[in-house]
C-alpha cells in the first residue's frame, strides 16, 4: 500500500510562487512515475504535471507549463510541484499521484492519491 502526503500549499498573491511537496511511503518508487492533478471548487479533476522514476519522462500541462516545473528526488520518494507567477487561475486543491497512465487523451490518473494539499491564490 503507497501511502502519499503532499505539503506546501497555501495562501499567497498573485505573482508569488510556491513549491509543493509529495512524500511517498510504503513503497520504494523506483520504475513509477509521480505526477500531480489538481482540482478547483465546480470543475474536474485535471492533470498538472508527471515525471518518471529515472527523469525520461517529464510533462507539464501545455497551459501552466511556462510557470510550473516538476521534479522529483529519488532516493527520498520525494516528488515536487514549482509553482511561479500564479494567478487567479490556480487556486485549487493539488493531489499527488503515482503510477500515472500515458493515452492519446492525456496524462490519467494511477491508483494512489494523496489527501490534497490547499493553493489560494488572492489578487
Known amino acids: 500500500q503507497v501511502q502519499l502526503m503532499e505539503s506546501g500549499g497555501g495562501a499567497v498573491e498573485v505573482g508569488e510562487s510556491l513549491r509543493l511537496s509529495c512524500a511517498a511511503t510504503?513503497?520504494?518508487?523506483?520504475?513509477?512515475?509521480m505526477g500531480w492533478f489538481r482540482q478547483a471548487p465546480g470543475k474536474e479533476r485535471e492533470f498538472v504535471a508527471v515525471?518518471?522514476?529515472?527523469?525520461?519522462?517529464?510533462d507539464v500541462a501545455d497551459s501552466i507549463k511556462d510557470r510550473f516545473s516538476v521534479d522529483r528526488d529519488n532516493a527520498n520518494n520525494l516528488l515536487y510541484l514549482q509553482m511561479n507567477n500564479l494567478t487567479p487561475e490556480d487556486p485549487a486543491v493539488y493531489y499527488c499521484?503515482?503510477?500515472?497512465?500515458?493515452?492519446?487523451?492525456?496524462w490519467g490518473p494511477g491508483e494512489f492519491w494523496g489527501r490534497g494539499t490547499q493553493v489560494t491564490v488572492s489578487a
Open positions: 515525471k518518471s522514476y529515472f527523469g525520461g519522462v517529464a
Open positions: 499521484n503515482t503510477d500515472l497512465i500515458c493515452t492519446s487523451a492525456g
Open positions: 510504503g513503497r520504494q518508487m523506483n520504475t513509477y512515475s
